[in-house]
């Protein structure tokens, strides 16, 4: 987080734009989005950026980079995706699972999907997939992707405010290894949900799925709206007597 701070003083809202950009277009850059939102937020509360032209330049970044993944999965992409998606978690199965789940909803359930941590990638990729038209897609991607953001925002910039008054109270040093400390939790909040879901997956599968959904979301209330939507699925099929490796988005 130290090194992204820098980052962000160094190059500014072009950097912002450009980082979040190549990962919505799913370039797998390690580092998660929603550290990168609320580090971003953080500075405008801080003034070092105007939160407006903060929100609104994510926004296209994130909504761009969905439509440029979603063109190339229906295109030249679809063979690499099934053939090396695997080790960012996405799976043949998963990426079927998503497909067919999506192709049954409309821009709403797009934008939940898209919203949801450990689900947003393999969603724009699922839509893809399952050839949604673009008239469809476009809609529920802004409004997942706007809630998305806006979340984060809120809370970068709420606990931007809170920052300024903990950094005379807490070392910067410690600050930071906190906040990288918060980050291994999530991952191996993540390993856990992915463990727990697919019992019988290899080590590999379940770190690449974890690493996936990491990748896109580690902050509290990512983890904890992840922990949710698990917990939903699992009740989903525990109700419907059980499920099989694959049955989940």
Same mark, same amino acid.
């Given at each position: 987080?130290?090194?992204?701070? &820098? ?27 929603? +550290? ?5 937020? =953080? ?11 903060a929100?609104?330049a994510?926004?296209?970044?994130? =909504?761009?980079g969905?439509? =440029? ?21 996405? $799976? ?5 699972? +998503?497909?067919?789940?999506l ?11 898209? %919203? $949801? ?7 724009? =990729? ?11 897609? /476009?809609?529920?991607?802004?409004? #997942? ?5 806006? @979340? ?12 300024? &008054? ?17 980050? /291994? ?15 019988? +997956?290899?080590?590999g ?17 990512? @983890?904890? %709206? ?14 419907? #007597? #059980? ?7």
């Amino acid at each position: 987080m130290n090194n992204l701070d &820098t980052f962000l003083e160094l190059y500014g809202l072009a950097a912002i734009f450009m980082l979040m950009l190549a990962k919505s277009a799913g370039v797998p850059i390690p580092v998660p989005a929603d +550290a990168v939102m609320l580090a971003t937020s =953080v500075r405008a509360a801080e003034g070092k950026l105007v939160l407006s032209q903060a929100f609104i330049a994510i926004l296209i970044a994130l =909504v761009v980079g969905g439509i =440029v993944q979603f063109a190339l999965v229906r295109g030249p992409g679809r063979r690499f995706i099934y053939r090396f998606g695997r080790y960012l978690g996405m $799976t043949p199965a998963r990426l079927d699972s +998503a497909a067919e789940r999506l192709k049954k909803g409309g821009p709403i359930a797009i934008g939940i999907a898209i %919203l $949801t941590p450990g689900v947003r990638s393999v969603a724009v =990729v699922g839509c893809g997939l399952a050839g949604i038209p673009l008239r469809r897609f /476009v809609p529920g991607l802004i409004l #997942g992707s706007a809630l998305f953001l806006g @979340l984060h925002f809120f809370l970068g910039y709420a606990g931007g405010l809170l920052l300024s &008054t903990v950094q005379q109270v807490i070392p910067l040093p410690l600050l930071v290894g906190i906040i990288v400390g918060l980050l /291994v939790v999530g991952f191996g909040f993540w390993y856990f949900i992915r463990r727990r879901q697919l019992p019988d +997956a290899s080590n590999g599968d379940v770190l690449a799925e974890a690493l996936g959904a990491w990748h896109e979301a580690t902050c509290p209330v990512c @983890l904890a %709206l992840g922990a949710a939507e698990r917990l939903q699925i699992h009740a989903h099929t525990h109700h419907e #007597g #059980g499920h099989t490796h694959g049955d989940h988005v």
